[in-house]
């Protein structure tokens, strides 16, 4: 292989992993608050008993299984979260923020708070995870788009 040759099968790597970045980090506005859902639906589950956090857990786990067989179906691959690179200070800041909504929504169960701060609470959740959904697919796209992947 001359270098001629050579240069052109690094572009031509370069441009396929420049379409992967735009395909799979292409996200509406709806897949963000679906998995800011998702996230919300956990957090809020734990404010109440038994008998509703189990159920939340469910409908949760049902919701992550869903995203992921949409995205595969749509967009041809599922990228999990909890990887090295670029989106890792994302996702220890969105896992941060949501052990801290949680125990705060233990502590308003445990005090006997009524059903406003506990949503509230969750209100919190979901903006926390929304915005981090954004940054993620973000971090992610610029990092696919150096080549750093």
Same mark, same amino acid.
């Given at each position: 292989m001359n270098p001629i040759e050579a240069r052109a099968a690094l572009d031509s790597i370069d441009a396929a992993q420049r379409d992967l970045a735009?395909?799979?980090?292409?996200?509406p506005l709806w897949r963000h608050a679906a998995f800011a859902a998702v996230l919300t639906i956990l957090v809020l589950g734990v404010g109440f008993g038994l008998a509703i956090q189990l159920p939340s857990v469910v409908l949760? +786990?049902? @919701?992550?299984?869903?995203?992921?067989t949409d995205d595969r179906?749509?967009?041809?691959v599922?990228?999990?979260?909890?990887?090295?690179?670029?989106?890792?200070?994302?996702?220890?800041?969105?896992?941060?923020? +949501?052990v801290?909504? +949680?125990?705060?929504? !233990?502590?308003?169960? #445990?005090?006997?708070?009524? !059903?406003v701060p506990k949503? @509230? #609470?969750?209100? !919190?959740?979901?903006?926390?995870?929304?915005?981090?959904?954004?940054?993620?697919?973000?971090?992610?796209?610029r990092e696919l788009m150096r080549g750093a992947a």
């Open positions: 735009l395909k799979a980090t292409y996200c949760a +786990m049902a @919701g992550v299984a869903w995203l992921v179906r749509r967009y041809g599922f990228v999990n979260g909890y990887r090295k690179g670029a989106t890792l200070p994302v996702t220890l800041a969105l896992v941060a923020v +949501m801290a909504t +949680m125990a705060a929504e !233990i502590h308003a169960r #445990i005090s006997g708070l009524s !059903i949503l @509230g #609470i969750g209100g !919190i959740a979901f903006v926390a995870a929304l915005g981090a959904s954004i940054a993620w697919s973000r971090s992610y796209r």
